[in-house]
């Protein structure tokens, strides 16, 4: 697992169908510019000092809550386990969906 392409929202961008159509860099290396426009949770996490949404204490917070129970973009659990395990140090991953 490739640590450039974790998300800072707890996706794993490195298995993102998107990155390679658009070569999308992930947010940590775009800082949040991402090809789409500019991600609130990865701005959040940039401004707090954090590598990842995992972190920070108010995890999770409404932005993360708002973005896991979006109908197109929800993901049953797995962005919340990535955030957690990586905090751990246990770099794995959930796909979403």
């Known amino acids: 697992m490739d640590k450039k392409m974790v998300a800072m929202c707890g996706t794993y961008c490195g298995a993102c169908e998107w990155k390679d159509k658009f070569n999308c860099s992930g947010c940590q290396q775009s800082q949040s510019h991402m ?21 920070c204490p108010d995890m999770p917070c409404q932005q993360l809550l708002d973005l896991f129970a979006d109908k197109e973009h ?7 386990r990535n955030l957690q395990n ?12």
């Open 35 to 55: 090809f789409w426009g500019q991600c609130d949770k990865a701005k959040c996490c940039i401004k707090k000092g954090y590598e990842h949404c995992g972190y």
């Open 74 to 80: 929800g993901d049953n659990g797995a962005r919340l």
């Open 86 to 97: 990586w905090a751990k140090g246990n770099y794995t991953y959930d796909k979403l969906r």
